[in-house]
T-cell receptor
Framework: GQSLEQPSEVTAVEGAIVQINCTYQ??????LSWYQQHDGGAPTFLSY????GLEETGRFSSFLSRSDSYGYLLLQELQMKDSASYFC?????????????FGGGTRLMVKP | DARVTQTPRHKVTEMGQEVTMRCQPI?????VFWYRQTMMQGLELLAY????????DSGMPKDRFSAEMPDATLATLKIQPSEPRDSAVYFC???????????FGDGTRLSIL
């Protein structure tokens, strides 16, 4: 089985940096993904880490440590539009990594 | 910009009625997923198909739910009979390959009265 833990809510101010952590327990591991979902919208893909280290895409970065079963999403220069829910998701060896198991999501509120 | 298309966007119906949700995956994507999202349970995988073949539907209540992919451009999720506890947002997602991200549709917001 799989389980993922991430904080339920995070609040930050515009222009700041925020880190959303995700710890996971899986029976095997292929990679960790991050998705963003605005209220009333669809989840959209942000990043994927298959190997240890940092992946950077513009203002967003994602980090993975497989030995610690831990990853995080880093959002820099926060903007009001970044207010959304952020989900980590694992590909694990169940179904040969074909499926994603999602965490419960972290609701990020960006304040002026 | 290629998108996953879901219909209907909203559905309100009375319990006991049949509900059919449709999904058109992105052209060329060979894997299609159905998810259900609720406040209590979060985002749950119901079923998925690869090359139109069902690979896993263990997340789906078998007595009332069924998922099919009659052709490569259409996936359907049916609930019969529907119950109030089925009220949720149902998302379809498609993917081109195992290492590719999933692309989600805008969802069907289902309310069963």
């Amino acid at each position: 089985g799989q389980s993922l833990e991430q904080p339920s809510e995070v609040t930050a101010v515009e222009g700041a940096i925020v880190q959303i952590n995700c710890t996971y327990q899986t029976s095997g591991f292929y990679g960790l993904s991050w998705y963003q979902q605005h209220d009333g919208g669809a989840p959209t893909f942000l990043s994927y880490n298959g190997l240890d280290g940092l992946e950077e895409t513009g203002r967003f970065s994602s980090f993975l440590s497989r030995s610690d079963s831990y990853g995080y999403l880093l959002l820099q220069e926060l903007q009001m539009k970044d207010s959304a829910s952020y989900f980590c998701a694992v590909r694990d060896q169940d179904n040969a990594g074909n499926m994603l198991t999602f965490g419960g999501g972290t609701r990020l509120m960006v304040k002026p | 910009d290629a998108r996953v298309t879901q219909t209907p966007r909203h559905k309100v119906t009375e319990m006991g009625q049949e509900v059919t949700m449709r999904c058109q995956p992105i052209l060329g994507h060979n894997t299609v997923f159905w998810y259900r999202q609720t406040m209590m349970q979060g985002l749950e995988l119901l079923a998925y198909f690869r090359n139109r073949a069902p690979l896993d539907d263990s997340g789906m209540p078998k007595d009332r739910f069924s998922a099919e992919m009659p052709d490569a451009t259409l996936a359907t999720l049916k609930i019969q009979p529907s119950e109030p506890r089925d009220s949720a947002v149902y998302f379809c997602a498609s993917r081109q390959g195992a290492n590719q991200p999933q692309h989600f549709g805008d969802g069907t917001r289902l309310s069963i009265l």
